[in-house]
């Protein structure tokens, strides 16, 4: 999986593998983990796909990684713009900014500030 992430207003890729919880793991070296993001592509966190809620023409957004909830951007009512920051997730020890799918109105938020999510938990239903 791959983040984009800005320390010190410098911003980089980088790609991570999630190891299970049981396994120990050894850690890669400094170089392999991160390097420079280009410029010129200023793309968000990609954000999973919306699923069906499944009833009234409404889709929920989830999360696009396991984490804990850090801040909500959002709340029920509010228009969203298409990749607007609705949330920021924090998973090993780095914050991701979760983006929105697609424009809409809120309907509801699913989580709370330090809830612990899982990949694909749906965080926020849209109308």
């Known amino acids: 999986m791959k983040l984009k992430i800005t320390v010190e207003n410098q911003t ?4 991570v593998e999630i190891l299970e919880q049981d396994a120990p ?5 400094r170089a392999a983990l991160a390097r420079p993001a280009a410029q010129a592509a200023p793309a ?3 954000p999973a796909p919306a699923a069906p809620s499944g009833g009234g023409g409404g889709s929920t957004f989830a999360a696009p ?8 951007k ?5 228009q ?14 780095m914050e991701t ?10 309907k509801a938020i699913k989580v709370n500030v330090g809830d612990a999510v ?3 938990q749906a965080l926020v239903e849209f109308e």
């Open 12 to 15: 980089y890729e980088v790609e």
């Open 25 to 29: 793991a050894a850690p890669a070296p």
């Open 44 to 46: 968000p966190a990609a």
């Open 65 to 72: 990684i396991a984490g804990t909830i850090r801040a909500i």
């Open 74 to 78: 959002v709340k029920p009512g509010d």
């Open 80 to 93: 969203v713009a298409l990749d607007q920051e609705i949330m920021i997730l924090e998973a090993m020890k």
């Open 97 to 106: 900014s979760v983006n929105a799918d697609k424009a809409g109105t809120v």
């Open 118 to 120: 899982q990949s694909g």
